[in-house]
């Protein structure tokens, strides 16, 4: 029971994770798509160019008719001012054809184009200028369809309570009506019954709903966006994170690459973003829909992305000053690390006074037991035993006087460099905060943003780090390198890149050389994980000619 359990847990984390890869996959196309968006553009300036040609050659009034209609659904998403004038001529044409169903259906395709962008005092001006009479179902329904738009769009955005529900009852009149009168399987009636459906909380009836339509439309069109946009409301109303975001991705693909400048789906994505933090990627998309928008010339649109707009802003705001007040933590903590030094300084210096002193009292005392060995001469049959131990004690004494001035010399050389790099990062921190504070100053925001986003500045300080600290070890110990790879076995020993001093295997052998064996510690200074410290010092011991164990301290042994 326990292992079936444990088998359901982990085919449920791997799906979790597939799905989320999937998610990130579709990001990258977005994006992709996004970069690739003047290439769409051309191609559609291109079918434009050639309707156009097509229309001006025209002699014909059914002909050309058919080509204004053909121009008015390629500007329909794309420009909202062409989109009109290409319909105005479509009714001039109908009109002197006397075809009063097309007519009264390009009319209500025109007050939709209005409605849609937020002109509906014009909409419904349009309206009342259509004659219901004696015209074919498909020009009655469209005509219902524009009401029923109109209507439901006053009442979203009344603030007038009893006006909203005089618009809301319209609304639901005109949706009555364009049933009764479009075929079912219309893209608009599967439209408003799935949003009927939705708004009853019917979720597998809409879901159903938009099966049948997905079938219907080609994969990848403009009226595919519309429907996954759909099916990301139905996943979102069921709390599916995954298939929602999955949907409204699809559909702002199929937007991009239409060229549909009117995108509802992106700036959904922005405000799912938004939610969860990924304040970057929201304001790129954000960005690029209010683009969008202004070539399409949309009101409605532009009035949804400014509050977004705004909420970005705001985030950006924010990390700025969070980026100041680690500034200022930064420059704190680098002051308290330079008084830190300075008695560090200090300190070393006492002691080696103190060593000093220490070894002229050495010295005079090995000068006293010389004089005592001298007289004692008589003596030293029966003291023969306690000169070689004196004799041990020295030469332990004279490796001590060694590792002391080795250990001195290294505390010098790196303290130098030391408070010669804390020097360069208090000048580089106090550039860094004026040009930070007159970025600030001047509004420069993006720019900042760009600024301190990038781990050039960190990559870049860690480089110089290392190149110090490899000058000075070599310095000290300029045959380390060959002396180390003699420890290793051949297929094992390091070869360095042209103009490489040592790579991160030498560099931690280098560290526990000059006594620092903690990984924690060496993690630290290296800027890596404590399990790629051990991996790494697993790695070269496993390699080592001699015994695994006693190899750090071989290392240890490796003198200048």
């Known amino acids: 029971m326990l292992l079936r359990l444990i088998i359901v847990v982990l085919a449920s984390m791997s799906t979790s994770l597939m799905q989320a890869q999937n998610i990130d996959s579709l990001y990258r196309c977005l994006d992709i798509a996004i970069a690739e968006t003047p290439k769409y553009i051309e191609s559609k300036e291109s079918r434009i160019a050639e309707l156009k040609g097509r229309l001006h050659k025209s002699s014909d009034k059914k002909e050309s008719y058919d080509t204004s209609r053909s121009l008015y659904q390629e500007y329909m998403p794309y420009i909202n001012d062409s989109a009109i004038v290409y319909l105005q001529t479509c009714i001039s044409l109908s009109e002197q054809m006397g075809e009063r169903s097309r007519a009264a259906e390009c009319r209500a395709l025109l007050a939709l184009q209005c409605s849609n962008t937020g002109m509906f005092d014009e909409a419904q001006a349009i309206l009342q200028e259509v004659n219901i009479t004696n015209i074919d179902s498909m020009a009655l329904g469209r005509y219902y369809e524009a009401c029923r738009h109109v209507f439901g769009e006053l009442a979203y955005y009344s603030r007038v309570p009893g006006q909203r529900e005089l618009y809301t009852d319209k609304a639901n009149e005109y949706k009555q009506l364009m049933y009764a009168t479009l075929p079912p399987d219309d893209n608009s009636v599967l439209c408003m019954h799935e949003q009927d459906e939705q708004n009853a909380g019917n979720l597998e009836k809409s879901m159903s709903i938009n099966d049948h339509w997905l079938n219907k439309v080609e994969y990848g069109s403009h009226p595919f966006a519309l429907t996954a946009l759909y099916r990301y409301l139905e996943y ?51 960005n690029f829909a209010s683009d969008c928008a202004g070539r399409f010339g949309s009101r409605v649109r532009n009035w949804q992305i400014q509050p977004l707009l705004l909420s970005i802003d705001r985030a950006y705001r924010d990390e700025n000053e969070r980026a100041k007040n680690q500034l200022r933590f930064f420059v704190g903590a680098i002051s308290i690390l330079a008084l830190s030094l300075i008695a560090s300084l200090f300190y070393v210096n006492r002691q080696r006074k103190r060593l000093g002193a220490a070894r002229d009292e050495l010295h005079d005392k090995n000068d006293q037991l010389s004089e005592s060995n001298n007289q004692l001469s008589g003596l030293n049959s029966q003291l023969s035993t306690l000169n070689t131990q004196l004799t041990a004690k020295n030469l332990q004494l004279s490796q001590l006087n060694q590792r002391i001035a080795e250990a001195g010399r290294i505390k010098e050389e790196y303290v130098g460099r030391f408070m010669r790099l804390c020097s360069l990062y208090i000048d580089k921190m106090d550039q860094f905060r004026k040009r930070v504070n007159k970025m600030v100053k001047n509004h420069e925001y993006q720019d900042l943003y760009n600024m301190t986003r990038s781990q050039e500045f960190k990559d870049k300080e860690l480089e110089e780090l290392y190149d110090s600290f490899d000058a000075a070890f070599l310095h000290l110990f300029p045959d380390f390198v060959e002396k180390f790879n003699a420890l290793l076995i051949p297929e094992e020993r390091i070869t360095l890149q042209k103009g490489e001093r040592m790579n991160t295997s030498l560099r931690i052998f280098a560290l526990i050389r000059l006594g620092i064996e903690d990984s924690s510690k060496i993690a630290e200074f290296l800027h890596y994980s404590v399990n790629t410290i051990y991996n790494y010092r697993a790695r070269i011991k496993n390699g080592a000619i001699s015994e695994r164990e006693r190899f750090e301290e071989n290392v240890k042994k490796i003198d200048n």
Not at 242 to 262: G, H, K, P, T
Not at 265 to 270: G, H, N, P, Q, V
């Open 236 to 286: 979102k109303a069921k709390g599916d994170s995954i298939e929602m975001m999955r949907w409204v991705i699809e559909s702002a693909l199929a937007d991009i690459r239409n060229c549909v400048m009117n995108q509802g789906s992106m700036w959904e994505i922005c405000n799912q973003l938004m939610v969860h933090g990924d304040i970057d990627r929201a304001s790129r998309y954000i």
